[in-house]
């Protein structure tokens, strides 16, 4: 049987056939044969907006794999650095550049004292901690002016490097700028994970030394986070690099996109909703009122994955390591009460919605004392990492500039009222 599809246009009876190549049509071939027939698709959900390499996720079957390598391996075996490393290299380090890698990203932590001093601080108390980060990695631009260069390798390389090690930083400052706590200076002998806890919770002692267990978990989340192709924060990166916009503001952007809760925000918007059931008696009537329309069951459901997120499949193992050094979340029963309700109800399961990345990591980040305006800002830490993936990935493929078309149904032409006559 031919990989082929044939359009053929009625009003004129011209067809055309068109290869399947990769799951995916060639547009091109679409706009020969309707040039100014616009393909409707507002929220992309049968566009591929990108031809990529770095994450395969099929949502059907529930696998997800970067750069070729199952997640349950890379969580298991790997640590958020080298996943990193994998995503922005394509490869997986030998030890030399593991341990260049890695040194790279240690002694790039500190920020400019100007970031913190005039921008972090300037923001109102209690400012949520990723409006603070957003425009904190835009201001960075204005400090790196060299970001500009983005056909320079050496350029390129030092703004990732600046990226992925500053990130903590910037993220655990938002946190203690809104709880009034001075701003905790970088430890460069601890791992990527540890430091960024050191800066988080260090009071008065010498040095902070975190929980192994909880460092550990920390990490395993931030692997889990690290990419997940064509999201609306993904794409929100891809659509403003592709002006060659330089990568601080592209990030930046990226990061506005993850902030809404129905993307990066449900993490939070899952504990709000635990808090809300209040009780297990609570949950039916819960599940109840979101099947007749009250609201959403936040961490289920997926635009791509109709089957259990093999990310919240690992998280549910990671909580009950952090669950045996915090104690367990007393919002966990609810939380499984509500998994359990939902995956035997014909609402949730005709409709294919299964718990996400959200449904637990919420839970684990609560155990682990971080309060919920920070649980976004955790997203946004590891998934800088892929998002870099991405913008490197477009302009090495020199991807055209983002500009879809729309379909116009306003008004039709018309003349200027004066404003005494309308
Ligand atoms: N609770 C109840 N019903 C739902 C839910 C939910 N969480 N999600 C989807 N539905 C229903 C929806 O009402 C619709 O029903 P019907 O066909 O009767 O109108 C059907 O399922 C399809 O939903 P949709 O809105 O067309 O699906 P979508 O692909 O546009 O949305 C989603 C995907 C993730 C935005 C949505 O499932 C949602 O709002 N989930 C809750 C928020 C959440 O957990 N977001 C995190 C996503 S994973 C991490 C990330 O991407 O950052």
């Known amino acids: 049987m031919a990989e082929t599809i044939t359009i053929t246009d009625n009003r ?51 696998i997800l794999r970067y750069r070729g390598y199952p997640i349950e391996q890379l969580a298991e075996q790997s640590t958020y650095l080298e996943v990193a490393y994998l995503l922005i290299h394509g490869e997986l380090p030998d030890q030399q550049q593991y341990e260049t890698w890695v040194h790279d990203i240690t002694y790039h932590t500190f920020i400019h004292e100007n970031v913190r001093k005039r921008f972090m601080e300037g923001f109102h108390h209690d400012a949520h901690p990723m409006g603070i980060l957003v425009s904190t990695i835009a201001a960075l631009s204005t400090f790196y002016p060299d970001a500009k260069a983005i056909y320079d390798d050496d350029s390129r ?134 099947k007749s329309g009250k609201g959403r069951l936040q961490g289920f459901g997926h635009r791509v994955y109709k089957n259990y997120d093999p990310r919240a499949k690992i998280i549910k193992q990671v909580a009950d390591e952090v669950f045996g050094v915090t104690g367990k979340n007393p919002l966990l029963d609810i939380a499984l009460k509500l998994e359990e309700v939902a995956l035997s109800d014909e609402y949730f399961t005709s409709r294919k919605l299964y718990p996400n990345v959200d449904f637990y990591s919420g839970l684990i980040y609560q155990a682990m004392g971080f309060p919920i305006e920070m649980f976004t800002v955790l997203f946004a830490i590891p998934r800088t990492s892929g998002w870099l993936a991405h913008w490197l990935e477009l302009l090495d493929r020199d991807e055209r500039i983002a500009r879809p078309r729309q379909l116009y149904d306003g008004a039709p032409e018309r003349d200027y009222v004066q404003l005494d006559q309308r």
Not at 21 to 31: F, I, L
Not at 216 to 226: K, R
Request: some cysteine; glycine content about 8%.
């Open 12 to 62: 004129s009876g011209e067809s055309i056939e068109i290869p399947i190549a990769n799951g995916g049509v060639d547009a091109s071939q679409w706009r020969k044969l309707l040039p100014n027939v616009w393909f409707y698709d507002p929220a992309f959900s049968t566009t591929a907006a990108a031809s990529s390499a770095i994450t395969y996720l099929d949502g059907d079957a529930g």
């Open 157 to 290: 390389y030092k703004q990732i490097i600046r990226l992925i090690a500053k990130m903590p930083t910037m993220a655990a400052g938002a946190h203690r700028h809104s709880v009034g706590m001075p701003f905790v200076y970088p430890d460069n002998s601890l791992d990527f994970s540890s430091n960024f806890l050191s800066m988080m919770w260090k009071v008065a002692e010498p040095r902070y030394e975190p929980n192994p267990v909880l460092s550990h978990a920390l990490d395993v989340l931030f692997i889990l986070h690290a990419d997940h192709e064509q999201n609306c924060g993904t794409t929100a990166l891809r659509v403003t690099g592709s002006s060659h916009a330089d990568p601080y503001s592209a990030v930046a952007a990226a990061t506005t996109a993850l902030y809404g809760p129905r993307h990066g925000g449900a993490n939070e918007a899952v504990i709000r909703m635990l808090t809300q059931i209040g009780s297990m008696d609570n949950v039916e009537g819960f599940i109840a009122d979101v």
